[in-house]
């Protein structure tokens, strides 16, 4: 099993930014895939970035130049750079790891409004 601890959730004013991290630990044999999706109330789940173990990313068209994704492999660890906030993305973000099986985190509220 793999457990994941995200952090970094919260309030923050339109225009501004949060940095989510997601830590993965337990029986990690290889973390492929990271990354991080979302859920608004009454939606359904979307990818909003991912990255992989060599690097290479993909992001949401709805955030893109907005978020950066990145990794720190030697910790396990992948983050969510969110600038220039929109009250649309308010949402419960989720971690997402890949390592031999699917891996989801509880999610950490952002909220975006002024």
């Known amino acids: 099993q793999v457990q994941l601890v995200e952090a970094g959730g919260g309030l923050v004013q339109p225009g501004g930014s949060l940095r989510l991290s997601c830590a993965a630990s337990g029986s990690i044999y290889s973390l492929s895939t990271m990354g991080w999706y979302r859920r608004e109330p009454g939606k359904q789940r979307e990818l909003v970035a991912l990255?992989?173990?060599?690097?290479?990313?993909n992001y949401a068209e709805s955030v893109k130049g907005r978020f950066t994704i990145s990794r720190d492999n030697a910790k396990n660890t992948v983050y969510l750079q969110m600038n220039s906030l929109k009250p649309e993305d308010t949402a419960v973000y989720l971690c997402?790891?890949?390592?031999?099986?699917?891996?989801w985190g509880q999610g950490t509220q952002v909220t975006v409004s002024s």
């Open positions: 990255i992989s173990s060599t690097g290479s990313t």
């Open positions: 997402y790891v890949y390592s031999n099986s699917p891996y």
